[in-house]
């Protein structure tokens, strides 16, 4: 039996990760967020409620869990403490004492989202595709040893460095791109009371999770957006600003992991990308378009449609190997479900040649044309199912073809967006 898990996307985010690390939080002690911003959008469905976060772990809603956000997530205060009163309104009590969010973490200031907006608008028809939140400035901040750290918000030394930091940053706004400047005063008085509000929940998070993996307590960490995002692995440049792998967890908490922790994968039947990038299987048609109505892909941060397509298999099995998951969990073949036929990408055509990879330049990507494998599909309504036995065959055919192909192990299926719309297979702990 494993001590810790990470949950993580093998694709390029959105694939489910919000429900699956609210299923496994029944067994965990401590949720931890290890990487990212808000950015990141995690629906979750427990008796017919919808409730979406963006920086508090997907575990809150299990009344036995702590949760962790650590020092290498970028935090927007102002979306941290919604999700708070969020939380509260909604009757969930006691978060003072069971979310604990790290001095240790940059803080995204409004200079850093009218930045990120001005630089998205100067870009024409070359646009990144980025949500606007602020991250990229954020995580720029922090690389170039200027960026504003939960910690400095409740010291006195805040204005000094807020003071410096906005001077550079109106001068590009002004200067550089034509946008409007922005007011200091207004923005010591709003992060003044921001502070203020924040600092019941900050805490050393790197002690205290340290001091749970040394009591033995349960630790799932929870990543965002997904492999294909990395900013080293993956599309580059159409990536996002931090290391999205498993192997950040340690890092981005600030405790060494547990040697007995297990890397679990979350994968769609189908593919889904939001913003720019290359997307080898994209279907710019009626199928896409049935694919996005059927999946409800329009994202849980921005509300834009994301753009749909086939199984990528070969992106997967690269997302698999850079990454060391050995379990899958797929979710959403219930969109699926009524297709007499699917499309599953098992390689690429490029100049003329069959690659068995996936390509590590952006612009090979985008050129290469996919080589598909037609399956069954099934017609079986999936939510009505519970039972590994009672799946229908081909969907068991599709699942066999994917761990064959990867070498990774499917061990549960999601078939609706609810809690209890989940059949397992075999658990990885």
């Known amino acids: 039996m494993p001590q810790a898990v990470v949950v993580i996307g093998v694709q390029w985010g959105d694939e489910g990760k919000g429900k699956i690390v609210d299923q496994y939080s029944e067994w965990a002690d401590v949720v931890g967020r290890f990487q990212g911003g808000n950015n990141a959008g995690h629906t979750l469905v427990v008796n017919g409620k919808q409730t979406i976060?963006?920086?508090?772990?997907?575990?809150?809603?299990?009344?036995?869990?702590?949760?962790?956000?650590?020092?290498?997530?970028?935090?927007?205060?102002?979306?941290?403490?919604?999700?708070?009163?969020?939380?509260?309104?909604?009757?969930?009590k006691d978060l003072e004492s069971r979310i604990y969010l790290s001095d240790r973490c940059h803080v995204i200031l409004d200079y850093h989202k009218a930045l990120d907006a001005a630089r998205e608008g100067a870009k024409g028809g070359t646009t990144i595709?980025?949500?606007?939140?602020?991250?990229?400035?954020?995580?720029?901040d922090r690389a170039a040893r200027r960026g504003i750290r939960v910690t400095d918000l409740l010291r006195d030394g805040f204005v000094e460095k807020f003071r410096s930091n906005l001077a550079e940053k109106n001068v590009l706004l002004e200067k550089l791109y034509g946008a409007p400047v922005i007011s200091e005063k207004e923005q010591l008085d709003k992060y003044r009371e921001v502070g203020i509000r924040l600092a019941p929940y900050v805490r050393d998070v790197s002690n205290l999770l340290y001091e749970e993996i040394q009591a033995g307590k349960k630790i799932l960490y929870e990543g965002a957006q997904g492999v294909l995002l990395d900013i080293d692995y993956g599309t580059y440049p159409f990536v996002t600003s931090s290391h999205t792998l498993p192997s950040q967890c340690a890092l981005g908490l600030g405790a060494r992991k547990p040697k007995e922790t297990v890397f679990v994968g979350v994968m769609k039947a189908y593919t889904t990308r939001v913003g720019s990038g290359p997307f080898p299987t994209e279907l710019r048609d009626a199928m896409g378009e049935q694919l996005r109505e059927s999946g409800a892909e329009f994202g849980a941060t921005t509300g834009r449609p994301r753009r749909c397509g086939w199984l990528d298999?070969?992106?997967?099995?690269?997302?698999?190997?850079?990454?060391?998951?050995?379990?899958?969990?797929?979710?959403?073949?219930?969109?699926?479900?009524?297709?007499?036929?699917?499309?599953?990408?098992?390689?690429?055509?490029?100049?003329?040649?069959?690659?068995?990879?996936?390509?590590?330049?952006?612009?090979?990507?985008?050129?290469?044309?996919?080589?598909?494998?037609?399956?069954?599909?099934?017609?079986?309504?999936?939510?009505?199912?519970?039972?590994?036995?009672?799946?229908?065959?081909?969907?068991?055919?599709?699942?066999?073809?994917?761990?064959?192909?990867?070498?990774?192990?499917?061990?549960?299926?999601?078939t609706g967006p609810g809690r209890e719309n989940v059949i397992e297979i075999s658990r990885p702990f």
């Open 53 to 92: 976060l963006h920086l508090i772990p997907s575990g809150v809603l299990h009344p036995h869990t702590k949760c962790f956000i650590g020092s290498g997530v970028v935090v927007d205060p102002v979306v941290f403490l919604h999700e708070i009163e969020t939380l509260k309104a909604a009757g969930h």
């Open 313 to 414: 298999l070969v992106a997967v099995r690269y997302a698999l190997r850079v990454s060391g998951i050995q379990h899958l969990t797929m979710t959403k073949a219930d969109v699926l479900s009524g297709l007499k036929e699917l499309k599953v990408c098992t390689a690429y055509k490029l100049d003329g040649r069959i690659l068995d990879t996936f390509p590590n330049d952006a612009g090979d990507l985008e050129r290469v044309e996919p080589v598909y494998e037609t399956l069954e599909g099934w017609a079986t309504d999936l939510k009505e199912i519970k039972k590994a036995a009672d799946i229908p065959t081909p969907l068991k055919k599709y699942i066999a073809f994917i761990q064959n192909f990867t070498g990774a192990e499917v061990g549960s299926v999601s």
């Open 129 to 140: 595709g980025t949500t606007k939140r602020g991250i990229g400035p954020a995580y720029e």
